[in-house]
């Protein structure tokens, strides 16, 4: 389980690598992972979480490797 402080490093993470010009999938991919992880942990707090994950991972499945 993830601190408070480790997702919200993995969320500016993931904020800085999707306002790059070009972001990366394999950069992305594994932080949306992690915060899809907590979000099932943090049950209905986390639903919405939950679902702008699995909006982002099928984004970034359809980037450009």
Do not use: F
């Not at 992690?34 to 909006?55: F, M, Q, S, W, Y």
């Amino acid at each position: 389980s993830e601190s408070k402080e480790e997702l919200r490093d993995e969320l500016a993470r993931l904020k800085n690598e999707a306002d790059a010009a070009k972001p990366k999938a394999k950069i992305v991919k594994p932080i949306v992972e992690r915060l899809a992880d907590a979000a099932k942990n943090l049950n209905d707090v986390g639903k919405p979480v939950l679902e702008l994950a699995i909006t982002v991972i099928k984004l970034i499945n359809a980037l450009p490797a």
